[in-house]
């Protein structure tokens, strides 16, 4: 690929200490003659605590930006809050892990040559994933209503459960109670969904799944559906409220809100390298089949 790029740049803003990385990053794009903005906040982060050189760098604030691909330096916490930022504009994000699992940010640092050696040249790939989107009827949220991972409905205190009717299509499915439920994408099913017991969803195969968290019943099992089905959800809570978590950015409901979850109208492109396998990520990050008696 010959013609210059442009990359906005999003990372972890609490951990100094790995700014070597960020160097680095800036000086193999500096040497491609890339075009680089970085996200006002991080550049804030990077001159105040850091030796950085951020000079000719570009900065934006807000979703203000445009860029052939956004980088994401972190771990997954870091790149979920760049996919919001992102949004709808379907420009790709490359994640690169500085972080701990690393399943969204999965390019090491130690892999940054040769990876944006193969971008130049165009040689990855740009996997579209999968979004949901949350409104409400009765409370407006506040916040970003769109999910890479996960809805989660979540009790908001340790009193006790709360009762979650789940309607798809408006057809009942089931009546939850436990202290919340997450219903997931491919993407987040790896993540929260996963730890409670939800099954892993191949990135292609169009599904979410809904998954109790703590159910009060034993007879209670995750159940996976088609990605374009409409699901429905009202909640009771002995405190009258509970707290709605979307890709871990959460806030407090009122009982007698009714929410509804539906697949968005776009996608989230998720930059990998040409021989990027998600069975193979399966086995390396997570020792997935591994038997730990041998």
Known sequence: MQQRMKFALFGNTYQAHKSAHVAHLLDILRKKEAQICISSEFYDFLHHHTNTNLTGLEVFEGNNFTADMALSIGGDGTFLKAASRVGDKEIPILGINTGRLGFLADISPDQMEETFEEIHRGMYLAEPR?????????????????GLNEIAILKRDSSSMITIEVLVNGEPLNTYRADGLIIATPTGSTGYSLSVGGPILVPQSGTISLTAVAAHSLNIRPIVIRDDWEITLNVESRSHNFLVAVDGRSESCREGTQLTIRRADYHVRIVKRCHHSFFNTLREKMMWGMDNRI
């Open 130 to 146: 999968r979004v949901l989107k949350l409104t409400s009827h009765g409370q407006v949220l506040k916040g970003y209503p769109y």
